[in-house]
């Protein structure tokens, strides 16, 4: 699609309204979209009669997604990892591994959404829009049964909880979050829970990552 000379926000905007008419298994469909900016104290009246408040985005970590192909994504790497362990799901008592996912996704965008408030929130909201650290743990996290010692390593770990915390470490003049993402056997709760440690630096207006995701077995 050619682009007139308008701004990046204007564009993306446009781009993903186009994309929500698409069809869902398009690469072109666009499911999700992170806005960052700065809630205002002004409000605007829309068509319907409702006053929202205004946001002033910002460009930079302005983004859309397709969730289809995200999904395609964690499920080819599921997938590698059990051909390379000559194990299959497949069969009546055995999970659906698409479902488990898209109930990981449905789990981060609407049990744990929020207006990003505080710094907790900014940091949540960073790591459930960061699908390229988050969706490479989620696949590893699903796949923990290989990892926490256990009779049986066919069983996918489904999603536990998400924390937030002040992290203990963290740069002068920072606003430092750690987010742990925890996965336990939904088929054994007498076996250890496999976490992911993600710090986040929330004090600009695009949080950034710092230093590796951590791995750990057991809770938070």
């Known amino acids: 699609m050619s682009y007139p000379p308008v701004s990046t926000v204007y564009r993306t905007f446009r781009d993903a309204i186009v994309g929500q008419v698409e069809d869902r298994q398009s690469p072109a469909h666009v499911s999700r979209v992170s806005v960052p900016g700065v809630l205002t104290d002004r409000t605007v009246r829309l068509f319907s009669g409702q006053v929202v408040p205004v946001v002033e985005v910002r460009s930079r970590g302005l983004y859309t997604w397709n969730e289809h192909v995200f999904v395609?994504?964690?499920?080819?790497?599921?997938?590698?990892?059990?051909?390379?362990?000559?194990?299959?799901?497949?069969?009546?008592?055995?999970?659906?591994?698409?479902?488990?996912?898209?109930?990981?996704?449905?789990?981060?965008y609407w049990q744990f959404r929020n207006l990003g408030q505080s710094s907790a929130d900014r940091a949540l909201n960073?790591?459930?829009?960061?699908?390229?650290d988050v969706g490479r743990e989620m696949a590893e996290g699903m796949l923990a049964a290989n990892q926490v010692p256990g009779a049986d390593d066919?069983?996918?770990y489904s999603l536990d909880t998400i924390t937030v915390s002040k992290?203990?470490?963290?740069?002068?003049?920072?606003?430092?979050?750690?987010?742990?993402?925890?996965?336990?056997?939904?088929?054994?709760?007498?076996?250890?829970?496999?976490?992911?440690?993600?710090?986040?630096?929330?004090?600009?207006?695009?949080?950034?990552?710092?230093?590796?995701?951590?791995?750990f077995i057991g809770g938070f």
């Open 72 to 108: 395609e994504a964690v499920l080819t790497a599921l997938k590698k990892d059990l051909e390379r362990r000559n194990v299959t799901l497949e069969g009546e008592n055995q999970p659906d591994p698409e479902k488990t996912i898209r109930a990981f996704l449905d789990k981060i």
């Open 126 to 132: 960073f790591a459930g829009t960061n699908a390229f």
């Open 154 to 156: 066919r069983h996918l």
């Open 167 to 215: 992290s203990p470490f963290c740069r002068p003049g920072s606003d430092c979050q750690d987010v742990v993402i925890t996965f336990f056997d939904p088929e054994n709760d007498r076996r250890a829970n496999l976490s992911f440690l993600f710090t986040y630096d929330v004090s600009d207006e695009l949080p950034v990552s710092l230093a590796p995701v951590h791995k």
